[in-house]
């Protein structure tokens, strides 16, 4: 069964870091591409960044309101996911996603979402 | 960015009701589109991809139609489990674009 688990949010101050993880398992990690999400509470959802698997260099991409701030990564030994988040704003405030982007392009399986709260 | 518009934004309507949700993408996008089904407190969940491909494990009375830049998800019996809200999402080009969401409540 494909499981994708995050962890690492929780409120933080503005201008501070914090590294999201997603754990996953179920499914041969190291060939598939993560894409990571956000979704403010109470408002639509928003592609964040993603990496592709190390077939395709592993190379990463992000959404012009992160970029620069944010870096995701992959431990392909640990099947983990992570996103490191700097530079953290008000808006950066909403549950994160992790999700497995399938054979066919599309996010399959998305995991809990993590929560993170950016305020003084 | 490709812009995606759904309509209606909220729905209500009785069990065993045919229920659509329209979603209109601002260029064409050919059959690059998913729809997902949230419910509160849970993450998206996979319905249909490529306009009109069921995912496994999908009810069968879920479908998708369309292409280019007009696409429909229809509900043909509406069943309690039913009520959530309903996003598109392109994924014609790289940076994913959903629409707003389509609410659907019980009547």
């Known amino acids: 069964e494909v499981q994708l688990v995050e962890s690492g949010g929780g409120l933080v101050q503005p201008g501070r870091s914090l590294r999201l993880s997603c754990a996953a398992s179920g499914f041969a990690f190291s060939d598939y591409a993560m894409r990571w999400f956000r979704q403010a509470p109470g408002k639509g959802l928003e592609w964040v960044a993603f990496?592709?698997?190390?077939?395709?260099?592993?190379?990463?991409e992000y959404a012009a309101s992160v970029k620069g701030r944010f870096t995701v990564s992959r431990d392909d030994s640990k099947t983990i996911a992570y996103l490191q988040m700097n530079s953290l704003k008000n808006e950066d405030t909403a549950f994160y996603y992790c999700t497995r982007e399938g054979n066919d392009y599309v996010s399959d399986y998305w995991g809990q979402g993590t929560l993170v709260t950016v305020s003084s | 960015d490709i812009q995606m518009t759904q309509s209606p934004s909220t729905l209500s309507a009785s069990v065993g009701d045919r229920v659509t949700i329209t979603c209109r993408a601002s260029?064409?996008?050919?059959?690059?589109l998913a729809w997902y089904q949230q419910k509160p407190g849970n993450a998206p969940k996979l319905l249909i991809y490529?306009?009109?491909t069921l995912q496994s494990g999908v009810p069968s009375r879920f479908s998708g139609s369309g292409s280019g830049t007009e696409f429909t998800l229809t509900i043909s019996s509406l069943q309690p489990d039913d009520f959530a809200t309903y996003y598109c999402?392109?994924?014609?080009?790289?940076?994913?674009?959903f629409g707003q969401g389509t609410k659907v409540e019980i009547k």
């Open positions: 990496i592709r698997n190390k077939a395709y260099g592993g190379t990463t």
């Open positions: 490529k306009a009109s």
């Open positions: 260029q064409s996008i050919s059959s690059w």
């Open positions: 999402q392109q994924y014609h080009t790289f940076f994913r674009t």
